[in-house]
């Protein structure tokens, strides 16, 4: 009897201490079950996907978008004046056109005709304070000064268009419109005249300066002046917008500097007692043109 006890005693204490070792391993199981099976649910469906391609892969930005520019002529019309001259400042009639080789590259030809010249403020500060008689011969009378001075007749370019920026705003909320902001670049002709069309024009040596050895002192009057005459070859840059009022009409502003050699005072101004050619410098001259323009086809086309 008490050999049989023990024996079922040492059977039972063995059991016991089994049992953990083999509820360690069935848990340890299940969790690694556990995560295989997480991680096929994850794996697979990413794997697929990565194999698909996106119906956007190679979509343009915007779909269906009016191209108001690519492949469309552009005429129109308007007026502008400049803004920076020193004596006249010139107003224009201008005339453009134009045509828009993609949606962002154009190449456009524009004239603008002088319709009057208005005399600046700095124009009579500067005539106020001459004589009729002056004391020095280089010092021009008032009819002398003003008669020598520039004004410009027209002005013509030629010039290539970048259009980076275009877009639609709103206004208020209520009234939307499309527009694109450019910059451009190009050869320039400016036409300029004296004030008095008859006054002695400029030229490579002025023919009422003393000729050496005589002293330049004795110069007439006449010799410190020349009326810049003629058309002027520059270069013609600037920014400009279109702000559409629908597919086929637009405002057009456009801010301009034509780069030419001037003497816009027709007076000595190298100092070398005469006036001739050798005082033209590079002058700037900056102008503001709105013109109202047309698209033709009047149709644009839309993107896909």
Request: include cysteine.
């Amino acid at each position: 009897m008490n050999m049989n006890a023990d024996l079922n005693l040492n059977v039972t204490r063995r059991s016991e201490k089994d049992m953990p070792m083999t509820t360690t391993n069935r848990n340890s199981f299940h969790r690694r079950l556990a995560f295989f099976v997480a991680l096929a649910v994850t794996a697979v469906p990413l794997a697929a996907q990565a194999q698909r391609k996106s119906p956007l892969a190679d979509a343009p930005a915007i779909r269906k978008r009016y191209e108001l520019r690519a492949t469309r002529l552009e005429v129109g019309a308007g007026f502008g004046t400049t803004i920076n001259q020193d004596f006249y400042h010139t107003m224009f009639f201008n005339l453009k056109a134009g045509f828009h080789l993609t949606d962002w590259l154009a190449i456009s030809a524009f004239g603008s005709f002088a319709v009057a010249n208005i005399a600046t403020t700095y124009q009579g500060n500067i005539t106020s304070t001459l004589n009729d008689t002056p004391p020095i011969a280089s010092e021009p009378t008032k009819n002398d000064a003003i008669n020598s001075m520039q004004k410009i007749n027209n002005m013509f370019g030629a010039q290539i268009e970048l259009a980076p920026f275009s877009g639609k705003y709103s206004l208020f909320g209520k009234l939307f419109a499309n527009y694109d902001f450019y910059i451009f670049a190009g050869p320039g002709l400016i036409g300029v005249a004296p004030t008095d069309a008859g006054f002695q024009p400029c030229m490579s040596t002025n023919p009422n300066a003393v000729p050496p050895p005589m002293p330049a002192t004795n110069n007439p009057p006449s010799a410190y002046s020349c009326g810049v005459t003629g058309t002027k070859f520059g270069g013609n840059f600037g920014l400009g917008l279109h702000s559409y009022f629908n597919h086929w009409m637009a405002l057009n502003v456009e801010l301009r500097d034509i780069l030419a050699q001037l003497n816009p005072s027709g007076r000595d101004t190298n100092v070398d007692l005469q006036a001739n050619n050798s005082d033209l410098t590079w002058t700037h001259t900056v102008s503001l043109a709105a013109n109202l323009v047309f698209y033709l086809p009047a149709t644009p086309s839309i993107s896909p």
